[in-house]
């Protein structure tokens, strides 16, 4: 472990580098408030209500995924069918984990949920492991090919939708790096002076980067991380 740190300076010193950095820091909320004011302005595209979907009281549909709210985020979780908890995705385990209350959300009319792009009875199983309260669905087939149309599917995406009557339409979409959004961990790690630690980081030399991007980066021990806290409490994992 390094043990290279930054400069010590007087308080007068840190604090007029701070103030510095806060002028980028504060152009930096105002464009992401111009990027969300952007994507409030979206067109949209309908997608078929009935588009079927499976759920703790079997089939389902998208539109009964809303819940009776007006809007809904859905992720969409990379499933690996047939292979055990420690060798589901770690990426969308670590997204997952991130969201837990949901009042919030619920409060402004959205219901978030996440589908499992697989068999439901096996991820659900992974969700009662996990602990997860968000609701849970599975597709599979032509269902998840109309819901992710024109996308790769088994990739990790987070899709918006708002209903207008029985009538849903999609409102905006990401993967890959952009579902961090719903991520709190690695924003709290880029508020520390050692960041992510992660090789592709512009850090100063010495600073540590033992985490790699690669199917290690969000394991330990070859298990997904948050899952040892659940064996830990007795939970079984078998799918």
């Given at each position: 472990m390094t043990t290279n740190l930054p400069p010590v300076v007087d308080r007068v010193a840190f604090e007029a580098e701070v103030a510095a950095l806060r002028v980028r820091e504060k152009a930096h909320t105002q464009e992401s408030d111009a990027l969300a004011a952007q994507r409030?302005?979206?067109?949209?595209v309908e997608v078929p209500a009935g588009t079927?979907?499976?759920g703790p009281n079997g089939p389902t549909t998208l539109l009964e995924a809303f819940e009776g709210r007006r809007q809904?985020?859905?992720?969409?979780f990379?499933?690996?069918?047939?292979h055990p908890a420690a060798e589901q995705c770690e990426g969308c385990t670590w997204c997952s984990s991130q969201v837990r209350e949901l009042s919030y959300l619920h409060s402004r009319d959205i219901t978030y949920a996440i589908v499992a792009q697989g068999p439901y009875p096996e991820s659900a199983r992974y969700h009662e492991f996990m602990g997860w309260e968000m609701p849970w669905y599975a597709a599979e087939g032509e269902p998840l090919e109309t819901l992710l149309t024109g996308r790769h599917v088994g990739m990790m995406h987070l899709v918006s939708y708002v209903?207008?009557?029985d009538r849903v339409f999609e409102t905006w979409w990401t993967t890959r790096r952009g579902v961090e959004l719903v991520d709190n961990s690695y924003r709290l790690m880029d508020l520390t002076v050692w960041g992510r630690q992660e090789p592709h980081e512009d850090s100063?030399?010495?600073w540590p980067r033992n985490w790699p991007v690669d199917g290690h980066?969000?394991?330990v021990d070859g298990r997904p991380i948050p899952q040892w806290a659940r064996l830990a409490a007795g939970h079984p994992d078998s799918l």
């Open positions: 409030r302005r979206l067109p949209m079927p979907l499976t809904l985020i859905l992720y969409y990379m499933w690996h069918a047939g209903r207008d009557a100063p030399d010495g980066l969000l394991k």
